[in-house]
């Protein structure tokens, strides 16, 4: 779950694992403060506001109602600030508060709210719908570290066959071969369509 964060930002997570029996027991179970931090960024930047579910903010809701004691905003906010979450974080928390009142800081939301981040641009722009799947995927692609986009390029052009078969609703293996080339042909479909869209703006 943690692949896409970045292997520095995994290390925090894993360091402050909640609920010791539980982890004794090999359940591993991430600290309120922990989950408040990577819900809210897998939302917002996996997802993006558009395509966020309403679930999503609700669970962050219930966490941040549920555990308001155990929370630690101070760590919240500076690892945020330190993974360049802010605005993804503010973009979460902001949504949960209007949808179910949900008590989060006043002064939380300002700090978050007044830092820039690399991601600001980005998450603006997943605000609005692409005019292809291509640039809807390039949003996404663009908050990933290098490792990440690779492991996205060789899920796009090289799925799994168990995927494949999910995706096209083929039953004889012996077809898999071609499904790949209407995949691949579909994706360079998109793309001079993509072209086309963002040659027509400069025009």
Do not use: C
Not at 68 to 86: P, R, T
Not at 106 to 121: F, G, I, M, P
Not at 149 to 159: D, E, G, H, S, W
């Amino acid at each position: 779950m943690f692949r896409w964060i970045g292997f520095g930002n995994k290390l925090f997570f894993w360091a402050i694992l909640h609920n010791p029996v539980l982890k004794k027991e090999g359940l591993h179970i991430l600290s309120p403060t922990a989950n408040v931090l990577y819900i809210a960024a897998h939302t917002i930047l996996k997802h993006g506001p558009r395509k966020a579910i309403l679930r999503q903010f609700y669970d962050l809701d219930r966490i941040l109602t549920q555990h308001a004691n155990d929370l630690d905003w101070e760590l919240i906010v500076s690892q945020a600030k330190k993974f360049e979450w802010s605005s993804a974080l503010y973009e979460a928390l902001s949504h949960t508060r209007q949808y179910f009142s949900t008590p989060i800081p006043n002064h939380v939301l300002l700090d978050l709210a007044t830092t820039k981040d690399r991601h600001q641009k980005l998450i603006s722009a997943m605000k609005s719908t692409p005019a292809t799947q291509t640039l809807e995927s390039l949003q996404t692609f663009s908050a990933l570290k290098w490792y990440g986009k690779i492991l996205v390029l060789l899920a796009l052009a090289f799925p799994t066959p168990a995927y494949m078969r999910w995706r096209y609703k083929f039953k004889s293996n012996w077809s898999l071969p071609a499904w790949y080339l209407i995949r691949w042909a579909g994706i360079f479909k998109d793309a001079f369509l993509t072209l086309v869209s963002l040659a027509g703006k400069k025009t």
